[in-house]
């Protein structure tokens, strides 16, 4: 797949998780089943046909991820770059700008996302669109961001609503065209002083050139050290 970058968000620090299992680093480089979480991802995305690489980090932690890169993987075309400040995920995504190509699509993954399938199996990337969401109905949708579907259409996304609309939760996971960096320029900071995803994504929404898929299979947001020992077993 030439035509596309997969972007992984890893310059989160996963505080939750400083002393796990004697990590005292980034979540990232918690090992999993003898390889780092990041080496893992960028064979989880290799696995689904993907080339090309752009993984984003934070200053404190930027040479460990990259020697750790190194020594896994080292014949795969991985670029880096940093985010200076925890100003959002939607900020860290707008730091590859000049690392994708333009006119190539971006799957734009958390690099604590994992699937129990191939989410872009049988997506053309040729289609004229600007995003693919994916979904998954899960039991506990006011802790995710929740899509509000009507008529096989997304209408919009609810960040961790009291009262969901639906019970699926929007994953970890976007297909946008390079114009996401445009519409990352238009986002105003939360309330908590972040560009959010969530809000990148309305605005796509609002251009009504967005679909979504389904996915039936398990999906693992590895978060804390429940779900990781849970990875540990279901990889």
Known sequence: MEKISA????AGLGTRLKNYKGNTS?????????QSMISLQIQQ???????????????????????DLKNSHPNKDIKYTIQDKPLGI?????????????????LF?????????????NINLYDNFDTVLFLKPVSNPSE???????????????EKPEKPKSNLAV??????????????????????????????????IKSKNVSFKTLNDWWIDAGTEDRIEELKKLI
């Open 171 to 204: 994953l970890g996971l976007y297909l946008y065209s390079y114009n996401c960096f445009e519409l990352i320029d238009r986002l105003e900071f939360s309330a908590r002083g972040e560009l959010e995803i969530t809000d990148l994504n309305n605005l796509y």
């Open 144 to 158: 995710f961001g929740v899509a509000n579907i009507v008529n096989e259409e997304i209408k919009i996304i609810e």
């Open 90 to 106: 939607a900020h860290a995504l707008k730091q590859a700008k000049n690392c994708v190509e333009k006119k190539s699509k971006i």
């Open 45 to 67: 995305l290799s696995n689904w046909g993907i080339k090309k690489f752009v993984v984003i980090t934070n200053p404190a932690f930027d040479e460990l991820i990259r020697n």
């Open 7 to 10: 972007v992984i968000a890893a």
């Open 109 to 121: 993954i958390l690099g604590d996302n994992f699937f129990g399938e191939n989410p872009i199996l």
């Open 26 to 34: 980034t979540k990232v480089l918690i090992d999993i089943n003898n």
